[in-house]
């Protein structure tokens, strides 16, 4: 049982940045597998990337790379998703994931814990 707390959402222009934030909660001495997703309306929820739990290693979708990064702030329990360059066709719900063990899924149905969601919105 562990929650997950989602922040800084909202409306940015096409060519801008915006950060999010994951935050967890629940559990202590314990570490995550931490998946961000996102789903546009009529269309699946996507893996946008994650981290591991150790070494810090980031998996992105190629729609992605080299303008979305993933860091994790394991003081803060904390993981951000800063999204560069942004494109109208980012526009989603975005949200975050975890789960436990040791594998990095790309699967939404891998994971066992979510965020609320935060909306994330790009006008042209």
């Known amino acids: 049982q562990v929650q997950l707390v989602e922040s800084g959402g909202g409306l940015v222009q096409a060519g801008g940045s915006l950060r999010l934030s994951c935050t967890t909660s629940g559990r202590t001495d314990s570490t995550y597998i931490m998946g961000w997703f996102r789903q546009a309306p009529g269309k699946e929820r996507e893996f946008v990337g994650g981290i591991t739990k150790t070494h810090n290693r980031t998996n992105y979708a190629d729609s992605v790379k080299g303008r979305f990064t993933i860091s994790r702030d394991s003081a803060k329990n904390t993981v951000y998703l800063q999204m560069n360059s942004l494109k109208p066709e980012d526009t989603a719900v975005y949200y975050c994931?975890?789960?436990?063990?040791?594998?990095?899924?790309?699967?939404?149905?891998?994971?066992?814990?979510w965020g609320q969601g935060t909306q994330v919105t790009v006008s042209s």
């Open positions: 994931a975890a789960r436990d063990g040791s594998i990095l899924f790309s699967g939404a149905k891998k994971y066992t814990y």
